[in-house]
């Protein structure tokens, strides 16, 4: 059964201030979460909506006051079966893509990013087309860094990849005829503005290239942004469904849905697995045959939206977070440093220059992690003592004695090799010898 909180009810019920801080502490805790948003996380941006007086449906009525069309249309496949509706969705697309251009991240974005960071972060997936997340250093699916050159199966450097986008990326484009994908320039926009398609220009270069030899020319392709529509396949569904695949084998323990209404039935396949694995966190039996018992903060799965989940989640879903997904995550940072500040301190316990060494020691240690000297040299210092190349005192007297001790044992044993290699040599000229006047 789904727990609802209310964010704004942090400073009154003491039962939902506790619930909040358990979630705060099982995301602190947590080893291995996955995160899946959607467009809430991205309402504080800058971008604006799609139906207030001066949100996008709005500047596209101006342009094209005779066209009807709902909202889900203008992210519908069959568009482009008409040409009126097309020009419309360029049109469309061309404000959204200047808008997302003038965004900036929000604290959800910076959020998923500090997960990664501290490593507690599987992978993040996106409804979202806007690429905020490549912005604070999340590489994205879409992104030309993670794709493999070549006619190999897998379109993807799968390991690269920390945000999965979902429904493709509006900052390149696509050609509709040879599939070629490139990044989308100011020229595309422009067209796109004028609700026209710009020609691919790789098409153009190949046919060109017919014509050059006296050949017949070959069809030009059109570029469309390459963004994945309702009812259309997503050019890299076969690698998502390898990196979904792998990301529930690593057996999750902790599920974060934020901004998503989860009404695309893609999507709510893909909760309802993650869900089904984060769940089973921390169960089953110890080798004696004795049941486990699940930790308090494993396997949670959190909901954070304005509107609740349906009551087909009462079962999936553990609590739903009614509220901005950036109040939440600056409350769960916050409980987060309260709670374990050991987790975020950075300590500088050595920090100083022997001007005798020539070096530099600065000891960091991060709690958890095993703390490393990081040897910075000072080439305008001369005279750096031998005695210890990595420490920045003179050596103990006592330490002076181990180390005369080995080099007096390494010479010993030099000498009584070279000693028996002399006999030995010695032995075999006699021998020789003797054979001599035998003879």
Not at 108 to 132: C, E, M, P, W
């Amino acid at each position: 059964m789904t727990i609802s909180l209310r964010l704004d009810a942090v400073s009154g019920e003491s039962s939902t201030r506790r619930l909040l801080s358990d979630i705060s502490l099982a995301v602190a805790k947590s080893k291995k979460i996955v995160v899946v948003t959607g467009a809430g996380i991205s309402c504080s941006c800058g971008i604006p909506d799609f139906r207030s007086s001066d949100g996008l449906y709005s500047l596209v009525k101006e342009r094209y006051p005779d066209i009807v069309l709902k909202g889900r249309d203008l992210f519908d496949a069959s568009l482009f079966r008409d040409s009126a509706s097309t020009s419309v969705f360029y049109t469309f697309i061309s404000q959204l893509k200047r808008s997302i251009d003038a965004a900036t991240p929000a604290p959800t974005h910076r959020f998923i990013q500090t997960l990664d960071a501290k490593h507690k972060l599987v992978r993040s997936y996106t409804q979202n087309i806007d690429g905020l997340e490549e912005r604070i250093g999340l590489r994205g699916s879409s992104s030309q860094q993670v794709k493999i050159s070549g006619k190999k199966k897998s379109k993807l450097k799968v390991k690269e990849v920390r945000n999965v986008q979902l429904h493709g990326d509006i900052h390149r484009v696509r050609c509709n005829f040879c599939s070629a994908e490139m990044p989308c320039t100011e020229e595309h926009l422009h067209a796109f503005e004028n609700g026209k398609a710009p020609n691919c220009p790789e098409c153009t270069l190949r046919s060109e290239a017919r014509v050059a030899r006296s050949a017949r020319a070959l069809k030009i392709g059109t570029l469309r942004p390459a963004i994945v529509l309702y009812d259309e396949p997503h050019p890299l569904g076969d690698d998502i469904g390898t990196i979904q695949t792998m990301d529930i084998a690593r057996k999750p323990d902790m599920l974060i849905i934020m901004g998503t209404s989860l009404k695309v039935h893609g999507l709510k396949k893909l909760v309802k697995d993650f869900a089904k694995v984060v769940h089973a966190t921390g169960t089953g039996t110890t080798p004696s045959g004795t049941p486990k018992a699940q930790k308090s903060w494993q396997g949670k799965v959190v909901f954070v939206n304005k509107t609740p989940p349906g009551s087909e989640w009462s079962d999936i879903i553990d609590y739903h977070v009614a509220g901005e997904t950036d109040v939440w995550v600056d409350k769960v940072l916050e409980d987060w440093k309260k709670m374990r500040p050991s987790d975020w301190e950075i300590q500088q316990t050595l920090d100083h220059t022997e001007e005798s060494s020539g070096f530099k020691v600065v000891k960091e240690a991060a709690t958890k992690t095993k703390s490393k000297v990081a040897v910075k040299w000072n080439l305008n210092v001369e005279n750096v003592p031998l005695d210890d190349p990595f420490s920045s005192r003179p050596a103990s007297p006592s330490k002076k004695n181990r180390q005369r001790s080995v080099i007096a044992k390494q010479t010993a044993t030099v000498y009584v090799t070279l000693l028996r290699r002399g006999v030995k040599s010695a032995q075999e000229t006699r021998y020789r010898q003797n054979r001599g006047r035998n003879g």
